[in-house]
Every structure is written in structure tokens, then in C-alpha cells.
């Protein structure tokens, strides 16, 4: 027996380079008889999944608020949501992993795992029992009842339409309007941790009004010693109620327009603003001489060597005190620079910092 | 004049991964005649979209085709985001670019095999899938899905694919190139391959223009037509693409043409994973679609096309899309006429015929 073998192989050998002038494929196939093969030795070798398989939905089900998201997010219906009757149901065989549940649940309670729902002969619907309104609100009490808003304190800027998931807000600054859609909102409570007045609760506003008459009291007042005039409060002002003209050393402020959600104050690199012109002019006196000082105390600088070159910094300057940089020599002028630290925002390349002089 | 045969030629055939149906008239050996008919997996995309939303609608549009799926997804986001106006960042551009050129090393190996078994060429077959399981595992690993990505979205990319693994994904299909091109001369090089395929099915250069031919099946016979040559189009204007012509038109033309195909995908890859420049993969872009785009996109199988209206609404008030087998038929209906019934099998493959993508 192993001898024939061993001749129908040295018969072999001698033939490859003969075979090959007719067979371009024969030395593939013959280095194919002797290599293991490509397959993987499954169930022997176990499947390797990568980080990022998706295989099949789960859901961490204490999580669940019900609110409906996933269902309305799968492109096959798979996912259905009873909320009152506290059910979770998911159709294995609609469902066709594409993970869209996963990226808009508002409470990360959905995953995608790698395994694949196990084959079976019917097709799967698994039912998961998610928290019903009851037992959520012994858990959290706030959470129970509708959606509202104190009107007292609401400035009507409109962030918490922007950050509901649902779009279930209507916030009109003019109008002074503030509307929820009772059928739309999915109680994530993502609006109530946007809202800067804290106005919003769920079920009557318990926790409102505490903090906002002491933010409230007066208009909008800019401290214009310290001010640099850079305009980041114009540009991020919802109500565009702000007018700052570096060139005229001009800050105004539309009091019919501001709506006092304090994001300019957030802002402001020079913490020159707040509400209550009292408090910002009692200010003003002993601090008189100091601004003066402060606004020039700090200006933009460069760590050796690490400049790119990209002039990134150049269009972010709003004095327009960095020249273009050529060949990676940076400069600033320390006359104009005004210590905003829009350069330092602006670098890509995290090569510039503030320096006090 | 002989006697004349009709001879049904699917939907059901060794050849045919997908259901077309073909009446052969015959006479004798020879095909005097074929006629098409499509229609036997009509999905309904068109109407789908008054009931999904547009960031749904990109799933699918995705599920038209298994084998250039990351392509339509491409297609469908990028007339998206054109009807909303907005440039989605760079980085995004080039990862679609990437992956769209590994869908296309997918789809040429895989078209390979079907080739190899479609001449009866076993072994060939299994090593050309053997090879695109390197691909498909690269798919997954940076997007999750082996044949249906999901990662493209309106705006960007969902997920970001990290440097480390890009250049690993160089890497692996830089090596791959020896390994294909051990697989790939046997088509080129074997006698008995040859012999199927050279001289069969000639479309001549007047021919494919005439019929509007897309995409390899132009390129075969000297029509330079690819959208990839266009400057708008992902980022390959920066890779410096040349579109892969060949002069014969016949069925061994259009399989070398896909053959150099795959290597320039890989070069392609290879120099865009060199130039990707850091930064973000996605961008926030309008709830709502209005005003209408068209969008070209240079799949594997050739041209498709890409048509949105939207209605001022997150529903798309219209959505056409026209893939490149629509296009083909008429060329393969031609090359069909007067060919032997037994080289019918290779004029209907040599298209690359994905009838799902045609009838959506």
C-alpha cells in the first residue's frame, strides 16, 4: 500500500512541471492538497466574533421607560412597546440588525450583542417585561404625570425643544410659547436636564422656581472694562439679542430680546457678564483699576515646535492680532491680543495655550 | 432557414444566483433570438418610502443588493444630503470611499467564482471565495455586518473605523495581492478557460454606446464611462483614478477588466488609507428633506442612479433608483443573438447580472 503511494507521488513530482505547462492551476492545487483547510474546524474551533458583530438586540429591561423610541426608529416594525400593559416585544426574524434601536434610546438600555438569535422552528418573538408607570414611580416620584413647564420662570429659549429626541416641543421666543405634545413625548427627561431655568418637571413644577429669581433679578449688564469685545456671547445668544462690535468697542444688549437663559454668561472668556445691572455696577467700582490690568494680563503664546503651520489661529483671532504663519514661526502682536483664547480653542494642533505677563 | 426552437432559460439555472427568465430562439444550436423578462422579485422601494422615514429609508436601500450594498447606501445618503444641501466631513468621505472599494473587491471575487462555476471550473470557484472571506472579515470587523454594513447614515458615517485599524486593513489587502493574482491568471492564462471565453460575445465599442452599456461591460469594449472619473464623487479625484479599459469586448475582456479592477481597488485603498486625514465621521444634519437630487454612483456592476424628492417632510415624497443590470440587458440581449446555445451561460454571467438590484 505505502508503496504504491510513494510511487503515485514521485510520479507526481515528475510530472508537476510537465502538468503545469497544460494546468495553470495544478501548483495551487497541489499546494491545496497539503494545507490545512480554510475553513474554521467549527464546532472544534469556536467562531471568533469582532468587537462590533451585530448579532442579535438585547435589552437591559430596569432600564426602560417605555417611551417607545426603538419602535419608532426600526425601518421593519420589529420592535413593538406596551407601556401600560409594561411589555417589551421584539420579532427576532424582522429584526434585521442594523442597531438603529441601540443609537436612538435615549436611556442606553438597548445593545447590540455579538451571539445571533439562536435558529429554532418557529419564528422567534421574544417578550420582556419592562418597568409598568406604577412601580417607576415609586422608584423615582418625579417622574410620574405629564410633561410641564413653569411659565413664571420659562424664558421660551428653546433648548429643550432642541434636545428632545421625540420632537414633541414647540417653544416660540416671540409668541412666548411653550407647548408639549402629550402623544409625541417619551418622558426621557432629556428636556429637563437642557432646560437653563430649570422650569420643566414632570407632573407640576415641584422643583421649579428656587434658583431662577436670584439669576432674574435685572437686565443683562457687560462689565465693558473687563470686556474684550470678542463677540463669543453675540454668536452663541439663542435670541440673537446681542450686538458686539470689536472695531467700535460697541456691546448692546436687546432687553425685548433676551429671553436671560444665561448662555452668553456661560460663554464669555472674560466672565464680564451677568444679570442685574446693581450687582455688575457695585462691582465696578473696586474692580475699576484692576480690568484694565486682567485684559491684559493674559495673552495667547506659543509651545516651541509644536506650531503646524495651518493658520487655523490666524482666521479664529477676532482682534486680528496673529500674522500669517510662515514656516511655522508663529507670532502674535502682544499690543492687539486681547486674551480671548479663541486661538487656543481654534489650534488643531493643541499647540498654543494662554500665558499671563 | 432551420426550424425554430423556443427554449426557456430560467428563472431557475445553475448560472443564475438570481431569478431572469430568457426565451432562446433557436436555430438549431444557434440563438437567433433572446427575450427578457424580469419581474419575479419586485420589492416595492418606491412606495416603502411614504412609510419610512429617510434615515430608515438608507436601510433600505442598503438591502436592494447583498453584494454592492455599502454602494446604494452611498447612493441613497449622498442624494440625501445633496437635497439637504450639506457636505459631509472629509474623513467620512474617504471611509466611504474605502469601503466602497472593498465592496467592490467583494463583488469581483465573488462575480470570479461564479464565473469559474459557471464554466464548470470547480476548485477555481472555491479559491476566489476562499480569498473573499479575507474581505468579508475585514467588513466586519469595522462595521459589524459581513454583507450589510449599516454604517453609513445622512451626514457621515455612524461609526468612526479607528487609524490602527485602516492601516491593519492595508495591510491585509496588500498581502492579499499575491494570493489573487495566483487565482486570477488562471482566467487569464488557462487553455481550457480560454476556450470559453475568448472571441465569445463580442460587443463592439459603437454597440455598447449605442445600447448606453454601464460600467465593466463598457469598459470592455474601449467605452471610457466611469462615474469614479468624475471629480464630485467620494474623494477619488484625489486618488488620481484612470478608468481600466480594454479593447476586445468579448466575454474574456469584461473578465479582464474586473480582474485589474480588483488591484486597482486595493492601490485605491491603499492610497486613500495613506492620505485620510483625521477629524470627524459625522455631522447633524435637518430632520426634514426638502427639493429634489440626483445622485451617479460607480457600483461594481457599473452606473447607478439615485433620484430624491422630498416633500419639506422626514418622508421622501419620491425615490428612484436605476441600477446597472437595468442597463446591461439590452447589450446582453444583443451579444445573445447569434451565439451558441452552450455560451449562453457565460454571456448572461459576463454582465454581472444582479437582478435584484433590478427590479428593487
Not at chain 1, 178 to 187: G, L, Q
Not at chain 2, 294 to 300: A, G, S
Amino acid at each position: 500500500m505505502i508503496i504504491i503511494v510513494v510511487i503515485v507521488a514521485a510520479l507526481l513530482c515528475l510530472a508537476v512541471p510537465y502538468l503545469l505547462g497544460f494546468f495553470k492551476f495544478g501548483k495551487t492545487i497541489l499546494g491545496s492538497t497539503f494545507k490545512k483547510p480554510a475553513t474554521l474546524m467549527y464546532p472544534v474551533k469556536p467562531r471568533e466574533w469582532q468587537e462590533r458583530t451585530r448579532g442579535s438586540v438585547s435589552i437591559d429591561a430596569d432600564g426602560c421607560i417605555g417611551c417607545g423610541m426603538c419602535a419608532r426608529a426600526c425601518p421593519t416594525n420589529a420592535i413593538d412597546v406596551d407601556k401600560k400593559g409594561g411589555t417589551w416585544t421584539i420579532q427576532r426574524m424582522q429584526c434585521i440588525q442594523c442597531s438603529a434601536c441601540v443609537d436612538c434610546c435615549p436611556k442606553k438600555c438597548l445593545n447590540m450583542e455579538n451571539l445571533y438569535t439562536i435558529p429554532d422552528v418557529v419564528k422567534i418573538v421574544d417578550t420582556v417585561e419592562i418597568p409598568t408607570k406604577a412601580a417607576a414611580s415609586d422608584a423615582a416620584p418625579a417622574g410620574d404625570g405629564d410633561l410641564t413647564c413653569d411659565k413664571e420662570t420659562c424664558v421660551f429659549c428653546g433648548l429643550c425643544a432642541k434636545a428632545c429626541p421625540a420632537d414633541a416641543l414647540t417653544v416660540d421666543r416671540k409668541e412666548k410659547v411653550w407647548e408639549v405634545d402629550k402623544e409625541a413625548c417619551v418622558k426621557c427627561g432629556a428636556c429637563i436636564d437642557k432646560c437653563p431655568k430649570k422650569s420643566l418637571s414632570f407632573g407640576g413644577a415641584a422643583e421649579a422656581a428656587e434658583e431662577a429669581p436670584a439669576e432674574d433679578d435685572g437686565p443683562l449688564a457687560c462689565d465693558k472694562e473687563v470686556c474684550v469685545f470678542c463677540g463669543l456671547c453675540a454668536k452663541n445668544c439663542p435670541a440673537d439679542a446681542l450686538t458686539v462690535d470689536r472695531k467700535e468697542k460697541v456691546w448692546e444688549v436687546d432687553e425685548d430680546s433676551c429671553v436671560k437663559c444665561g448662555v452668553c454668561i456661560d460663554k464669555c472668556p472674560k466672565k464680564c457678564l451677568a444679570f442685574g445691572g446693581a450687582a455688575a455696577e457695585a462691582e465696578e467700582a473696586p474692580a475699576e483699576e484692576a480690568p484694565a490690568e486682567a485684559a491684559a494680563k493674559t495673552i495667547a503664546a506659543v509651545k516651541d515646535g509644536e506650531c503646524i503651520g495651518c493658520n487655523a489661529c490666524v482666521n479664529a483671532c477676532p482682534a486680528g492680532a496673529i500674522p500669517d504663519v510662515v514656516d511655522n514661526d508663529w507670532k502674535v502682536d502682544k499690543e492687539k491680543c486681547i486674551g480671548c483664547g479663541a486661538c487656543v480653542d481654534g489650534c488643531p494642533a493643541d499647540a498654543l495655550y494662554m500665558k499671563e505677563v | 432557414m432551420g426550424k425554430r426552437t423556443i427554449i426557456p432559460f430560467g428563472p431557475q439555472h445553475p448560472v443564475l444566483p438570481e431569478p431572469i427568465h430568457l426565451d432562446l430562439v433557436l436555430e438549431d444550436e444557434t440563438v437567433v433570438e433572446a427575450i427578457p423578462s424580469i419581474g419575479y422579485i419586485h420589492r416595492g422601494l418606491e412606495k416603502l418610502c411614504e412609510i419610512k422615514d429617510f434615515n430608515q429609508m438608507v436601510y433600505v436601500v442598503e438591502r436592494i443588493c447583498g453584494i454592492c450594498s455599502f454602494g446604494h447606501g452611498w447612493g441613497a445618503v449622498a442624494s440625501m444630503e445633496g437635497a439637504m444641501g450639506v457636505q459631509v466631513p472629509e474623513r467620512a468621505e474617504y471611509l466611504r470611499t474605502i469601503l466602497h472599494e472593498l465592496g467592490r473587491v467583494h463583488s469581483h471575487l465573488l462575480w470570479l467564482g461564479l464565473l469559474a462555476d459557471g464554466f464548470g471550473f470547480e476548485s477555481l470557484f472555491n479559491h476566489c471565495w476562499r480569498i473573499r472571506e479575507t474581505v468579508l472579515d475585514l467588513f466586519e470587523k469595522n462595521t459589524g455586518g459581513r454583507v450589510v454594513f449599516s454604517i453609513c447614515k445622512v451626514g457621515g458615517m455612524r461609526k468612526d473605523i479607528s487609524n490602527e485599524n485602516l492601516k491593519e486593513m492595508q495591510e491585509v489587502m496588500n498581502g492579499l495581492k499575491a494570493e489573487i493574482k495566483e487565482v486570477t491568471d488562471v482566467f487569464i492564462n488557462d487553455a481550457s478557460v480560454k476556450n470559453r471565453m475568448t472571441g465569445v460575445g463580442v460587443l463592439t465599442k459603437e454597440e455598447a454606446e449605442e445600447l448606453c452599456a454601464v460600467g465593466p461591460m463598457a469598459r470592455a469594449s474601449g467605452v471610457p464611462q466611469d462615474i469614479r472619473m468624475t471629480d464630485n464623487h467620494g474623494v477619488y479625484g484625489k486618488l488620481g483614478f484612470e478608468p481600466v479599459l480594454e479593447e476586445a469586448g468579448d466575454c474574456m475582456a469584461r473578465t479582464v477588466v474586473r480582474i485589474r479592477e480588483v488591484f486597482q481597488s486595493i492601490d485605491l485603498i491603499s492610497k486613500a488609507i495613506d492620505q485620510i486625514p483625521d477629524g470627524p465621521v459625522d455631522m447633524k444634519v435637518p430632520n426634514k428633506i426638502e427639493g429634489e437630487y440626483i445622485t451617479r454612483m460607480e457600483q461594481p456592476r457599473g452606473e447607478a442612479f439615485y433620484y430624491v424628492k422630498g416633500g419639506g417632510t422626514k418622508f421622501l415624497k419620491r425615490m428612484r433608483v436605476r441600477t446597472p443590470t437595468n442597463m446591461n440587458i439590452p447589450a446582453m440581449v444583443k451579444t445573445l443573438a447569434g451565439a451558441d446555445l452552450a455560451d449562453v451561460p457565460m454571456l448572461v454571467l459576463t454582465i454581472d447580472p444582479c437582478i435584484s438590484c433590478t427590479e428593487r
